[in-house]
């Protein structure tokens, strides 16, 4: 679910505790003192090596300093979302409960990345930066990293790559995850490969990679005390992105570089689990319920809410155990807010589908905890084995199961009744 500010930033920013994490493991030495930006052209000719592709040109690169990435950032997202675009994005995941009431989206996803960025790769201008604070000892890496994005933008144009994914949030993840996993697995594969190993045949270090890079996060204040939603988004498609793509190239080797652009994955959960992703297992979209007086009303935003929209819900309100024993079974996911303006109210219409009625049953209970726990108050009406009805902080709510699919009116003016089947 909204993860469209995400897709115009994460795309152009390296965590710097992805390039930190992989210098560690991967044990080179690293001459502190050469000019890093003279080994460009021999970095791409070993990227061309592990992924056939073509080089097409040179790639410019310079320094830049914290000021000036966060002026870029800033400017990018004046350019690719409207004040009314990020307050519907930020009014989303505060109506789920990701985020606090008080929270400040575009501040922080800017303060947050700017903090973490090490090196970026602008594949509208086709230049390379590295911040002036990055380490030396980082800097290989994550030059290696942003090259594996110029490379790829040589060859299948990843602009145009991330605006085929902006029709559903969760599959515009999935590309984010793509982009991400192979610039960090070409990265990894490089250092390995320069100590004679290489993270196909070897499971420990991909493994001791992955978590390298989540593990780094606790370095960054900004990055610590963010709200859970934001974490997990920034670092899975780095983190799952590498796995996803260690598991697509050692079943189709250096073919599987073109493969995930030209065949791209639709959800999170072919990331997670990319078995799905081979057999070509596609989300549904399970009926929105309907929302019983909707006169004065518009539809504000609709969307998708993946496996990973929903594992990260239920580890922030649930547990990180019943996160990993239910999300697993999701199978699609949608949401849409109806906003009225007078009197102002924003409604969430809400349904997910499970893989059998029994995973549906117990993400019903579970999502009733979800509300007790997001809400300051909540007032139960009624209850039973298939519906729970009362009144929360923004609204009467009618939470329901029927067969496979979990259904959730919130936030409306007068009470719900369970006719919403």
């Not at 995400?6 to 390296?14: D, E, F, G």
């Not at 297992?281 to 539809?299: C, I, M, Q």
Request: hydrophobic share 40%.
């Amino acid at each position: 679910m909204a993860h469209r500010i995400k897709a115009v930033l994460i795309p152009i920013v390296l965590a710097a505790l992805l390039a930190a994490a992989a210098a560690a493991q991967s044990g080179v030495d690293l001459d502190q003192s050469r000019e890093i930006f003279q080994e460009i052209d021999g970095f791409l000719q070993s990227l061309k090596e592990i992924t056939g592709f073509k080089i097409h040109h040179r790639v410019p690169a310079e320094i830049i300093s914290r000021g000036q990435v966060k002026e870029f950032l800033q400017k990018r997202m004046k350019e690719a979302a409207t004040p009314e675009d990020i307050r519907v994005e930020e009014l989303t995941l505060k109506k789920f409960g990701l985020v606090p009431q008080d929270f400040d989206l575009a501040k922080n996803e800017v303060d947050l990345l700017t903090e973490q960025a090490a090196a970026f790769y602008d594949f509208n201008r086709k230049k390379l930066f590295i911040t002036d604070w990055t380490p030396s000892a980082t800097r290989e890496p994550a030059l290696i990293h942003e090259l594996g994005h110029a490379l790829a933008d040589q060859n299948v144009n990843l602009g145009r790559f991330i605006k085929q994914g902006r029709k559903s949030d969760d599959g515009s993840m999935a590309r984010l995850a793509v982009m991400e996993g192979q610039a960090s697995w070409l990265m990894a594969e490089y250092l390995a490969r320069k100590a004679g190993q290489s993270l196909a045949t070897s499971p420990a270090l991909l493994e001791t990679m992955a978590h390298s890079i989540e593990s780094g996060a606790g370095e960054f204040p900004v990055f610590e005390g963010e709200p859970l939603y934001l974490r997990e988004t920034l670092v899975f498609p780095y983190t799952k992105g590498l796995l996803f793509q260690n598991a697509v190239y050692k079943r189709m080797g250096e073919r599987a570089f073109a493969e995930v652009f030209k065949h791209a994955p639709v959800s999170t959960q072919q990331i997670l689990h990319p078995d799905d992703y081979f057999s070509g297992l596609a989300p549904t979209n399970p009926a929105l319920p309907v929302l019983p007086d909707a006169h004065g009303y518009k539809r504000l935003t609709d969307g998708t809410v993946g496996e990973l929209d929903h594992a990260i819900l239920l580890e922030q309100y649930c547990g990180r155990e019943e996160s990993a024993a239910v999300s697993p079974h999701w199978r699609g996911g949608e949401y849409a807010l109806m906003e009225r303006r007078s009197p102002e109210r924003v409604v969430l219409l809400y349904a997910s589908e499970w893989d059998d009625a029994a995973a549906a049953k117990r993400y019903f209970r579970l999502y009733r905890k979800v509300l007790e726990k997001k809400w300051k108050h909540i007032e139960v009406k009624s209850e039973s084995d298939d519906s729970v009805a009362g009144a929360g902080d923004d609204g009467y709510f009618l939470v329901q199961v029927t067969g496979t699919v979990v259904t959730s009116v919130e936030g409306a003016e007068n009470p719900v009744l369970a006719q919403n089947r």
